[in-house]
């Protein structure tokens, strides 16, 4: 049984490899495309990733098969346009019990669920509208696959999350967008099983609970975070609305603001911008969902009291220059023995010219690093929680690994009998603890 020492140097080990990411000149994916990367994936055991984007392709890499450093890819989405996405991939997930599915959503108003065998769908939907997001619970309780003509027992209700966002409609210089609800599909049936109606504007951003499969969270452009428990008639159980926020363009360094909502507050003309959602991420404890504001701010919110706990400001980071900017995916670290409160969140297309990732602790808002490698935007990034590595892709066409350079330097890391030791993962669902 481990000892308060032992417990402290296990996160402090964690909390320092996280803190030291960096590019990893002795790992790479090899470049298969010249488009822009726009969505990864891992699966269950993070050693295959699924890459697509800009080229309409959904392309499986496998980690651990990296010969000389290069991860290869390993299978590629068929080239029949008749069946085959035509368009931008916006999202890719894995089926969570089993990596032979993964489903896909693009432009060309389709999701696609695919058999990974063939690298063929085995369903589609037709949308009738272009999808920039889409989301599965990664803790469904269904896992039971049948065999013959039914791809997915229907007793198991598996059910995945469909953001429909369509194209903004312009009228006498105001917006408003065709669709401003979610929809929760049925796979067996090519049906909606239900719509979750309530944000009066465009919906730009979900995410399932990392510890209850039928608690959701949905972002909009009006601004608001609606929190779903998708077994009731009423399924809106909260209304989040973030503070506005009065900054500068661009701001020097990491800063916490005021939680306290400032809606009634009189500004000048010039500063009173549009704000709304363009991310979320439940932390893995489920304690705390995490919020990203297109005024380049992110908020803290308590899941257990439904209320803000912190907002803190993005330095350097002015997502209002890059209009098409509307969609920034975060994730959250896992830190062993499920320390609550001082996970840190990575944010894509941050910092000068929206080509760097931050590393921020979700308490505090203090910076643990800037990661800079990409040529052009950061579109995506994956968490390899397991080997504490960050997986990114923008719109250079490249996909770069980042490992953390503390323990990797000085010869102590993996493979090391000590340090294997330290980093047993004795983290669960208990909710976490506190580590003082």
Known sequence: MDTPLDAKHRYRIAAQRWATLALDANKSVARTSGGTVAALALDRSEQLLLAAGADAKVRVFDLARNAQGC???????????SIAHKFSVTAVSWYPHDAG??????????VKVWDAHTMEPACSFNLKEKVY?????????????????????????????????????????????ESSYVRLCDMKSGGYAQMLVGHTRQVSALAWSNQ??????????????RIWDIRKSKSCLSVLTPPSTVKSSLASSSTTVSSKPT??????KELAKPNHIMGLAFSPTGSHLVSISHDATFQTWCTHTMSLSSNHVIPDTNFHGAETTNFVTPDITRLYLGIVGQELVAIPAVGPGSRCIGLYNIHTGESAGLLKGHFGRTACLKLRQSYQELISGGFDAEILIWSPTYL????????????????????????GVILE
Request: proline share 4%.
């Open 133 to 177: 997001l889409h989301a599965l619970s990664p803790v469904s309780s269904s896992t039971a696959l049948i065999a013959g003509n039914q791809l997915i027992d229907r007793s198991t209700a598996f059910i995945f999350l469909l953001l429909i966002v369509s194209d903004l409609i312009s009228t006498l210089g105001s917006a408003a967008a």
């Open 71 to 81: 991860a290869p890819q390993v299978a590629v989405s068929t080239s029949d346009k």
């Open 101 to 110: 599915l993964f489903t896909s959503s693009s432009t060309d108003k389709t």
């Open 212 to 225: 209850d499969e039928y608690i959701l969270a949905s972002g909009s452009m009006d601004n608001t975070i």
């Open 408 to 431: 990797r330097e000085s010869g102590f890391g993996d493979g090391d009998p000590e340090y294997e030791r330290a980093m047993m993962d004795t983290w669960s669902d208990d909710g």
């Open 263 to 268: 809606a009634n507050v009189t500004k000048p």
